[in-house]
């Protein structure tokens, strides 16, 4: 299994709080991925890394931020929670890009948000 | 723009009997398609990925999926079911974009495996 974890793997939290999320690789793989699953909606894009520093938004960036420091770590701030941020998130991470090669993304265990 | 469309939320079979799981997609470049299965909760696994070498693809754990161009379709079989296989599949539809590739993901389909 790749070395994807993310922590807290639970959290509830109340509306109006800050939350942060970490991802944790020890791939040393480049590209890092944040999204959300939700009943209907599969899973959906929130902010992807394409280099530490570098990072771009989803399909569903609004209410969040991200940060990519360390190649390791990518963290996913929601600075105002709302209970339409209740989800359960994912981090995934890939080496190579799927047109210079056939890599495929490899996802974490995840982490369940309750925001009250 | 590319889309992935699963059809079908729930799909029942009994142990022993042939899966098909449904996925469409829509693409303006040729695709990179992917199958993903999760098990309660758990992360998103890699079941096969189409890359254009061969239009039948072989996955773990007894699955295969077929890619037809002319039907737009990459459906998902496994000729005889196991209780193990009972979990939600996602097909996914790669995007390219010029700084990295995206995953388009379909809502999910989930199996149920009677015994």
């Known amino acids: 299994d790749a070395g994807i974890t993310q922590s807290p793997r639970h959290k509830v939290t109340e509306t109006g709080t800050p939350v942060t999320l970490r991802c944790h690789q020890t791939?040393?793989?480049?590209?890092m991925y944040w999204y959300r699953q939700d009943p209907g909606h599969g899973l959906r894009l929130i902010h992807y890394?394409?280099?530490?520093?570098?990072?771009d938004k989803g399909e569903v960036s609004d209410g969040y931020s991200v940060s990519r420091s360390k190649t390791e770590d990518f963290l996913l701030t929601l600075e105002s929670a709302t209970s339409s941020q209740t989800s359960v998130y994912f981090c995934?991470?890939?080496?190579?890009?799927?047109?210079?090669?056939?890599?495929?993304?490899?996802f974490g265990p995840g982490t369940r948000l309750t925001v009250l | 723009a590319q889309s992935v469309t699963q059809l079908g939320s729930h799909v029942s079979v009994s142990e022993g009997a042939l899966v098909l799981l449904r996925c469409n997609y829509s693409?303006?470049?040729?695709?990179?398609l992917f199958w993903y299965v999760q098990y309660p909760n758990q992360g998103l696994q890699l079941l096969l990925k189409y890359t254009s070498a061969a239009t039948l693809v072989k996955g773990i754990n007894g699955f295969e999926a077929e890619f037809k161009k002319s039907e737009t379709s990459f459906h998902l079989t496994k000729p005889s079911a196991h209780m193990s296989d009972a979990a939600e599949y996602f097909c996914a539809v790669s995007a390219l974009s010029y700084n990295t590739d995206k995953l388009i993901f379909g809502t999910g389909t989930r199996l149920q495996v009677f015994p």
């Open positions: 890394s394409y280099g530490v520093k570098d990072t």
């Open positions: 995934a991470i890939s080496e190579t890009r799927l047109a210079g090669g056939f890599d495929e993304q490899f």
């Open positions: 791939e040393n793989h480049r590209y």
């Open positions: 693409s303006s470049v040729p695709p990179y």
